[in-house]
């Protein structure tokens, strides 16, 4: 259970607390390396792998944290 004091005045009762964001968007960005790619023998069909797992990379993946659907991948 949580009470609603501030600070110190908490009673022993209070276990934790929560924060979340709301609304939020996480951008990054990659590139494949066509030299390395060649040289590890790192095929066109691996990076289409590669994208598909990012497309799916929330299913199966809920938590308190990360309640399901709210987490999904917009655009490879």
Same mark, same amino acid.
């Given at each position: 259970? &949580? *009470?609603? /004091?501030? #600070? $110190?005045? $908490?009673?022993?009762?209070?276990?934790?607390?929560?924060?979340?964001?709301?609304?939020? &968007?996480?951008v990054?960005?990659?590139?494949? +390396?066509?030299? %390395?790619? /060649?040289?590890?023998g790192?095929? *066109?069909?691996?990076?289409? $792998?590669?994208? +598909?797992? %990012?497309v799916? %990379?929330? /299913? *199966?993946?809920?938590?308190?944290?990360?309640?399901? #659907?709210?987490? /999904?991948?917009? $655009? &490879?």
């Amino acid at each position: 259970s &949580v *009470n609603s /004091e501030p #600070g $110190k005045d $908490k009673g022993s009762d209070t276990m934790g607390m929560k924060h979340r964001v709301d609304f939020g &968007v996480y951008v990054f960005y990659g590139s494949i +390396n066509t030299q %390395l790619a /060649e040289k590890t023998g790192f095929t *066109n069909e691996d990076a289409e $792998k590669i994208k +598909n797992a %990012l497309v799916t %990379l929330f /299913e *199966n993946d809920a938590s308190a944290a990360r309640p399901e #659907g709210s987490i /999904e991948v917009h $655009k &490879v």
